[in-house]
């Protein structure tokens, strides 16, 4: 049984790497990386950026089973998205390498610059945000009370990403 615990800066490299296997099937890393090993490379560089940068907010966690990280969820503060300036290039360079392509450095600064901010929790009686560029979960979170506000394309030729909103649940 997986034990959950806060992310360790010595566990990044694995917990990047489950992240990589987690996304492999979005449609946005797969217009991006269409081969499968540039894809696992890219992914998992990319968001082994994103973790990182949440690490110093304490709310990346991990589960770990058999010392193995396998599965691995963060959230960063209100107020900390979008993320400033300089965080913003911190994560640029650490990912800089998944974007090296012009194709990807193009379309993949289209959609990153589309991000929404994600949901905050129903204590704080914030409304909740989010996107997906799976056309799947739309369904699965409309079952948990999320609305599509926007479909959005960001390069015409790729896939879509959704925006969706949910009031607080009191």
């Given at each position: 049984?997986?034990?959950?615990?806060?992310?360790?800066?010595?566990?990044?490299?694995?917990?990047?790497?489950?992240l990589a296997r987690a996304f492999d099937d979005d449609p946005v890393f797969r217009y991006l990386y269409p081969t499968p090993r540039r894809r696992q490379w890219s992914t998992g560089n990319f968001l082994q950026a994103?973790?990182?940068?949440?690490?110093?907010?304490?709310?990346?966690?991990?589960?770990?089973?058999?010392g193995a990280v396998v599965g691995t969820a963060?959230?960063?503060?209100?107020?900390?998205y979008p993320p400033s300036r300089r965080r913003a290039v911190r994560q640029l360079v650490a990912a800089w390498q998944a974007?090296?392509?012009?194709?990807?450095?193009?379309?993949?600064l289209r959609y990153l610059t589309e991000d929404a901010v994600l949901g905050r929790l129903d204590t704080t009686g914030v409304p909740a945000y989010l996107?997906?560029?799976?056309?799947?979960?739309v369904a699965w979170y409309r079952h948990h009370g999320f609305e599509v506000q926007r479909e959005v394309r960001p390069v015409p030729a790729?896939?879509?990403v959704w925006t969706m909103w949910r009031e607080p649940k009191t």
């Open positions: 049984m997986p034990t959950i615990d806060t992310l360790r800066p010595d566990q990044l490299e694995d917990s990047s790497a489950v994103i973790v990182r940068d949440g690490l110093p907010f304490g709310e990346v966690w991990a589960a770990i089973d058999d963060g959230w960063l503060p209100e107020g900390t974007l090296l392509t012009p194709h990807t450095f193009r379309d993949g996107e997906t560029s799976t056309e799947g979960n790729g896939p879509p």
